[in-house]
């Protein structure tokens, strides 16, 4: 029968420090996912599904709160690499990175992937706009500079990157009730997704076409049927509002002593129609 073997000692100071974080983030069942400040004014978002478990994002620049190279992100310092190269030789020709350096900016992207989605369930649309834009931006970095190989591990997903961004676009402009700008996003994003699928057909990524196609276009589409139902909804309701306003303004006339002149108005009309 095989035991569970220790493989290695760890310094008790290690596990005294993670009892006083447990201690201190005492769980809730009720508020899993809190949104925290430092004391040097970073937002932490930290989620802690049961007693025993603790992750915590940051809300910006790396998730893991880490500056490679001294950078927001490892996509920065690459996009910084990118922008050296072509100053010395007057164009991106010849841009090229090690399988390495692209293997830590895809990490990254999932990381950042992690986030949005958690960003997604507590409505903070703004920053799964931001999220997904730089990973978009990644995506098509890769497939520019990288040999397919390595270009696909990240660029099958681009359609479910743009479903997102999307989608973050669009709630973002029904914040402010701008259902127009709404529904243009969802077309925008529809088009880049067929565009998208068009290139898998052409490159011979026919399973990630389809499931672009039948799962993230399809999304879409759906959401731009319901975003037609609520601005109907919302169309009507200010016809509603109107008709209710309107009849508001002459139960105000009637209730500023105005019937006298209000039901002249009439016997006067009533007497023309009677005439004619």
């Known amino acids: ?17 993670l009892d006083d974080v447990f201690e201190e983030l005492s769980f809730d ?14 937002e932490v978002i930290i989620i802690q599904p049961n007693a025993f478990t603790i992750s915590r994002i940051y809300a910006t ?18 996009c910084k690499k990118l922008d050296e190269h072509e100053r010395q030789h007057g164009s991106d020709e010849g841009f090229s990175m090690e399988t390495e350096e692209w293997q830590m900016l895809f990490d990254e992207c999932y990381d950042r992937y992690i986030r949005y989605l958690l960003f997604a369930g507590i409505k903070r649309w703004t920053e799964v706009k931001q999220d997904t834009d730089q990973n978009l931006g990644v995506a098509d970095m890769a497939y520019k500079y990288a040999s397919p190989e390595i270009t696909w591990q990240i660029y099958q997903y681009k359609g479910y990157i743009l479903m997102m961004n999307s989608i973050a676009r669009a709630e973002l402009a029904l914040q402010i009730n701008e259902h127009e700008t709404a529904q243009q996003e969802i077309d925008k994003g529809i088009q880049k997704i067929g565009k998208f699928c068009a290139e898998c057909l052409r490159e011979g990524y026919d399973e990630a ?30 016809r509603e509002n109107s008709e209710v306003a309107v009849a508001e303004e002459h139960e105000i006339r009637y209730d500023n002593g105005e019937d006298d002149e209000f039901l002249d108005e009439l016997e006067i009309l009533l007497q023309e129609m009677t005439n004619n």
């Open 29 to 42: 069942a009720d508020q899993q996912v809190r949104v925290l400040r430092t004391y040097d004014d970073r």
């Open 61 to 78: 620049g790396r998730p893991d709160g880490r500056k490679p190279q001294g950078f927001e992100s490892y996509h920065s310092y690459l």
């Open 209 to 238: 076409e389809n499931i672009t196609r039948e799962r993230y276009l399809q999304n879409l589409i759906e959401f731009r049927t319901d975003l037609n139902s609520i601005t109907n909804q919302s169309e009507l309701e200010a």
């Open 1 to 17: 029968m095989a035991t569970n073997q220790i493989e290695e000692e760890i310094d008790p100071r290690i596990t005294g420090a």
